[in-house]
């Protein structure tokens, strides 16, 4: 009987302690038209294991049209500059890209391998969220979520 028992309490503990680590996603996206014929969109994946965010992937496109289409490099410059700092961080990826009206930056980070130097230039703060707090606090920054 005192088997039976315990078989019983180790089963309900792996059960419970595996539903915490959990692996989630969550997608947002977002698409802002500027005045000055500029368009920005935003793609989020961000990954959670149990309340905790483990991986983000950010993509970001801006396309560029009418009378700023001429500042194309200089924008690229600027662009490029901002993410120059992300270089060697460990448990960060990036990628920038350009066409003719087009900029991009795709950023990956892992945070389980990332250091707080790292975290702080990205402006990670609280990782400990569930994806549901998540989803609502990017919502109420104008992100369409899934």
Known sequence: MKKVVL????????ILSSGCNKIEKLHCTKTETSSENLELKEALNITFQGHEVIKM????????????????????????????NLEGKKGISFSTSSTDNILSVTIDADLKKMDK????????GNVRQSLKDAKKEMESKGYTCK
């Open 7 to 14: 078989c019983s309490l180790v089963l309900m503990m792996m």
């Open 117 to 124: 130097e790292a975290k702080k230039e990205l402006s990670i």
């Open 57 to 84: 992937s950010i993509y970001s496109e801006i396309e560029i049209s009418g009378s700023y289409v001429h500042y194309v490099d200089d924008l690229w410059s600027i662009l490029k500059q901002q993410y120059v």
